[in-house]
């Protein structure tokens, strides 16, 4: 595998509305579309309410269905909603796994900012310019990278089509940490 991007977030979005700026910066290429899904996994272990709202401006719109707890009258699916909540609520520190520097040595304890996100692509990725792509992402509690695929949608920007990888389980922590 080669490394395709890393992806540098200064700091996790605190609303929706942050999340949406900083995913018009950055989704305008493949990691970066899987950069925002990993971001709104991170966000939901800090804040469900957000979380739902930043996951639902994150995937690709087949991804999606009319309800409340998303964004714009839109929410996940409801077996994906219900892989989250389950994977996530069993490792709350799971999407932290994804940023680097926080390890199971150190409970996966986020570094300080900027977060950097790493990800890499192989023969099988796809060609960019078909519109999907798949890229995968360095994982500190996994042996090896976890694929996300994405698409781009009619604006430009890339979100997540296939992501259940990232909820697989990682290593437990060495420690836990209270703190993120």
């Known amino acids: 595998m080669k490394l395709l991007q890393s992806v540098q977030v200064g700091q996790l979005p605190q609303s929706t509305e942050e999340f949406i700026v900083l995913r018009d910066r950055i989704a305008q290429a ?8 990993i971001v709104a996994l991170l ?3 800090e804040d469900e309410d957000i979380g739902w709202q930043c ?3 994150a995937v690709d719109r087949e991804r999606l269905e009319e309800g409340p707890r998303g964004y714009r009258g839109r929410r996940l699916r409801a077996s994906d909603a ?3 909540e389950s994977q996530v609520g069993k490792q709350p520190y ?6 680097e520097g926080a390890t199971p040595e150190n409970g996966y304890r986020l570094p300080a900012v900027p977060y950097e996100l790493a990800f890499s692509a192989n023969p099988y990725s796809g060609d960019p310019d078909s519109g999907t792509y798949k890229v995968f992402s360095s994982c500190s509690g996994a042996s090896s990278p976890r694929p996300i695929t994405v698409r781009r949608n009619e604006r430009g920007l890339w979100k997540a ?4 990888s990232l909820l697989v389980g990682v290593m437990k922590p060495e420690r836990m940490m209270d703190q993120l």
């Open 30 to 37: 493949p990691h970066g579309g899987a950069a925002m899904m």
């Open 43 to 45: 966000v939901y272990a």
């Open 55 to 57: 996951l639902s401006a």
């Open 82 to 84: 219900r892989l989250i």
């Open 94 to 99: 799971l999407p932290r796994s994804y940023v």
């Open 161 to 164: 089509y296939e992501w259940s």
